[in-house]
């Protein structure tokens, strides 16, 4: 398989992925938040019970998001490989992998932890909360928020592959260095603004917006790999 073949394939498995996660938000859960106060999902006697009542929803939400995350890993690798002559290569292409890898690992604490907590808040309440709010902020405000920061800088290093006279596509690098731009604002966000504005202007209120672009991202970069596959 060739490099742009495989990188096709990659791209569109990454879009499928996040496109699921984002449809089960926008459609399934928002209805259900909709007049919830910021601090809501601070509140595990609140929070649990709602992953608890959705349950399908809540495992198809993660079987999206990990397995777009599980497909960036190899993405982010296979995309730092255009930018082998770059002497910080090495550096940030660590980042890049770690930056997914700590969102990968909060997606599996989230998908398979959170849901055994809310089973357990009806026999062993205040067990449930106390794990909760000892686990949450490791994984959402720790993982997570590291997980913005350092994929926001490796966006915004690898849109220097098509600013490069052989893959001049400078739509698709100012579309990236945007993302790269708004993941890193979501990330300061998440670490530097107090609750409960953090959660007003963060990931679950207006930068949340953020991770829309990522399907919108992995769409278009399907499109190039394909199109550098057909011109040969």
Known sequence: MTHNRF???LALLFTLGWTVAIGVSL????PQLLG??????????????FVAQNNLSWAIFHIGATGGLIVLLVLISHLSQ???TSPIQPAMHTLGLLGAFSGLLASLIDQFATPVLARWQHGNMTVAFQLWETIEPFRDDGLKTLSFLLLGLWTLWIAGVWQQPENNAPRLARFTQFVG???LILGLIELAIPLPWR???GETGVAGLT???LPIWGTWLARWFWQRELDG
């Open 27 to 30: 459609f399934i859960w928002m």
């Open 82 to 84: 255009l930018r082998a």
């Open 211 to 213: 991770l829309l672009l």
């Open 36 to 49: 919830q106060e910021p601090l809501f999902h601070e509140h595990g006697r609140e929070y649990l019970p």
């Open 199 to 201: 959660n007003i202007l």
């Open 7 to 9: 990188g096709t394939i």
């Open 181 to 183: 731009v708004s993941l």
